[in-house]
């Protein structure tokens, strides 16, 4: 019986994360507003250097049937990796920068 119930709400956790986890669109866009907060900006500036300095930015999204994986990578290195479930977004930053 106990068994039963563990995959019962083992099951009710993965159709949960299945049907709340974020798009690529949501991705981006959280994305963005990371890159903001970081330079302070409201992501009109942000855009701005990343056109004008010559930056260019590689995204890959990944979707991993419960979550999704957004990596954004600059001149060969990753400057922002995002996982999304639950229609949330925990993001880290590489340790160097």
Known sequence: ?????????????AVGGFLTRPGEDAQKKNADAEFAKASGSDGIGALIDSVVGGITREAKFEDMLVATRYTVSSGGSVALDCLGAYAQFFCSKPEGE
């Open 1 to 13: 019986m106990r068994i039963l119930l563990i995959l019962l709400l083992v099951g009710a956790l």
